[in-house]
């Protein structure tokens, strides 16, 4: 039987009994059984460091990989562990051959690092792509996001002809926390001849029915902490055999890793090992035999689960998903009621844009404008005075709240968060002055 969702699974995670957490999307949260299994981990590699590490992390590193690859229907052999979303990325960008008259699309709400991976790519001797940025306006159907993306691409490649056009897009966008249609995106730039690079940092996790098998992206890279409940410091780039020849190398360069009894292609073993680092924070993902047993509300620990034993344990993908799902689409409501706005959604069909993260439109004037200094002192309102996060942002002439929703949450929460964002609100409109 696994326990309740809500407040109840507060107990699982390290959060402080005071603090509201609803920004699960920024920095994931870690359940206590989850660092636990950190814990035991590293004292195993401190025990004996070159027998942990020669012997028993490549082994463990082949039962992550397999395990992810199994989540998201690829072969194990594509798929390798990075520290993080934008490593991957980079990775990607600087293995390309970039050439004269080459373009890379990205969207004007690409995340901050990725866009300055971009821009680096200018840095180098060698030659680098025209930028074309694709802009996107929200609240949007996927309908018009598609409509417009093909035409973007199509003139690009028949402005330029015989040269390389590679594209750069989310899955789901950091802010606003909408979901993009990016299977379609996909098949799009395989129908016009372009490479897909896809950013799939709050997929794991959230979003349902991975199978890039089936979607065939060319390039492919999801954080396991955000989501996953695995330690920060991990992600997942899937590249198809048939670009792997274009990664020549990771940052800095792997070395080659002999794993007994198994044969390692040329692109995994770029991946297995390119300097000391902390080698546990990846196996924190994989799963072992259940080690949760339940009885009525209280938990006994039998032994310290990875991850996905520990999401397997309160009940799995579906349940996970479905209930955060459900959650944000609720909370997002009740939130716009409160604050008397709107929740962003797609003008076609009702929750297209919402996974587990929600918008919703702050009660602030248009006239009072996004600054360094209002950011922080939004910052220092919420974690100090009301002890409560989420993530605020303005785009398209509105200031907007993002509002994760996680199995340790429930509807109480958002209407807090909205109690707590009205009076701020209300002070900010009292103290800062309006073009």
Request: hydrophobic share 40%.
């Amino acid at each position: 039987m696994r326990p309740e969702f809500g407040h109840q699974m507060r107990k699982f995670f390290d959060l402080d009994t005071g603090f509201t957490n609803l920004n699960n999307g920024t920095f994931g949260s870690l359940p206590t059984a989850v660092r636990e299994s950190y814990s035991v981990i590293s004292r195993q590699v401190e025990q004996s460091p070159d027998s942990f590490i020669r012997k028993q992390l490549p082994p463990g590193n082949l039962e992550v990989r397999t395990r992810l690859a199994k989540m998201i229907n690829a072969d194990v052999d594509e798929c390798v562990i990075v520290p993080s979303v934008s490593h991957g990325i980079n990775v990607i960008l600087n293995n390309i051959k970039w050439e004269p008259g080459d373009t890379l699309i990205h969207t004007n709400l690409a995340f901050d690092t990725i866009k300055r991976s971009i821009e680096c790519l200018s840095y180098p001797l060698n030659t680098s792509p025209n930028i074309s940025i694709f802009q996107l306006t929200f609240p949007a159907s996927h309908q018009s996001i598609l409509a417009h993306f093909r035409v973007h691409v199509r003139g690009l490649r028949v402005a330029n002809p015989g040269k390389k056009v590679v594209a750069q897009f989310d899955t789901i966008i950091s802010t606003p926390g909408v979901l993009m249609p990016w299977r379609d995106m996909v098949k799009i730039c395989r129908e016009e001849g372009v490479l897909s690079i896809v950013d799939a940092a709050h997929s794991l996790g959230q979003e349902p029915g991975i199978n890039l098998h089936g979607t065939d992206p060319d390039f492919w890279v999801g954080n396991c902490n955000k989501w996953l409940y695995a330690k920060r410091g991990c992600a997942l780039l899937y590249v198809p055999k048939r670009n792997q020849h274009i990664i020549h190398n990771n940052i800095p360069p792997g070395m080659k890793v002999v794993i007994p009894g198994n044969s390692v292609s040329r692109f995994v073993s770029e991946f297995q090992w390119n300097g000391s680092t902390d080698v546990v924070t990846a196996l924190t993902i994989r799963a072992g035999q259940l080690t949760l047993a339940f009885v009525g509300l209280s938990v006994f620990p039998i032994d310290y689960p990875e991850a996905l034993d520990f999401r397997t344990s309160i009940g799995g993908e579906n349940a996970i998903m479905t209930y955060c799902h459900d959650l944000a689409m609720t909370g997002g409501r009740r939130m716009a009621t409160i604050f008397d706005t709107q929740m962003m959604d797609s003008p076609a069909k009702e929750g297209e844009l919402v996974g587990c993260m929600v918008n919703v439109e702050l009660p602030l004037s248009e006239g009072i404008k996004p600054t360094p200094s209002l950011f922080m002192e939004l910052d220092k309102k919420l974690l100090g005075d009301w002890k409560v996060y989420a993530t605020p942002f303005y785009h398209n002439e509105k200031w907007w709240i993002r509002a994760s929703a996680q199995v340790y949450n429930e509807m109480s929460d958002f209407e807090y968060l909205a109690s707590a964002l009205r009076s701020i609100c209300k002070e900010i409109e009292q103290e800062t002055p309006t073009d």
